[in-house]
């Protein structure tokens, strides 16, 4: 007996549209869907299945509801952070620079952040092309990982941009030491003109 091998690669969201998900419960429960939260519904598929995702297509654009799919590699993972600190040694004892502001913080402080975010990969064929323009497999590869503290991490948020290129400039160590010397030239000049003000 041969056992066929599916590889659940990818994963379907379907969301309300102009039609609430709610009405089309029961189709979509077996079709092997599975209710997940906010009137959405998920299933996980083997992206080789082209007639099930193509008629799920038209069944979503048939009745006006939102047809969502994406390559599992552009997921969260919960191993990321593991995986993270795994590959990647503190800049001193147990102290980690933000990549964004360049301050230090100890690892039960740091958080460790998505250059480009999870929900920018999943949406945007740019950011996807960068991710493997960069040599990563996908969003939770090391090279998409930088430590950042938590004020900037919830500024940066899902934010692309310039926080992109900030990010991936801190994974260069010469940025990091041109940074880390401005950063201590300022602290200088602010220490040096309180102390002439007090003189
Ligand atoms: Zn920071």
Known sequence: MTKIQSNLDSIIIIENGRNSTYDFRSFLYKQGFRFSSASRWVKKIDSSDKDFIKGMKEYCKHNKLKFVMYDKRYARSGGYRQEFYKHKKPFYKDY????????????????????????????????????????????????NLVPACQSCNSRKNAKGGLWVLLGYLSQLNTFVVIRQLCLLIFIIVVIYTMIRSVM
């Open 96 to 143: 980690y620079l933000c990549s964004y502001c360049g301050l230090p913080y100890h690892i039960d402080k740091i958080t460790v952040d998505h250059v480009i975010p999870v929900e920018k990969a999943k949406k945007s064929k740019f950011y996807r092309w960068l991710l493997k323009l960069r040599g990563a497999t996908g969003v939770n590869d090391i090279k």
